[in-house]
């Protein structure tokens, strides 16, 4: 019985690492292969929207 309990022991231990393993590996993948989407079309990408923040005009008056 403890025989079989120390290989199930190892067993887990050899999946958690296997598991880890694969899991770096996949996002390792999508850092070197998600590439930014190519301007294929000619068009380029639409630009950010940037607004001014509205200034406000001081009316002085002398009283």
Do not use: C, D, N, Y
């Not at 694969?22 to 998600?34: D, K, N, P, S, Y």
């Amino acid at each position: 019985m403890g025989v079989s309990l120390h290989v199930l022991k190892k067993l887990l231990v050899l999946a958690a690492l296997g598991g880890v393993a694969a899991g770096a590996v996949a996002l390792t993948e999508r850092f070197i292969f998600a590439s930014p989407k190519p301007a294929v079309s000619g068009e380029p990408p639409p630009l950010p929207v940037i607004k001014k923040k509205p200034v406000r005009q001081w009316k002085w008056r002398l009283t």
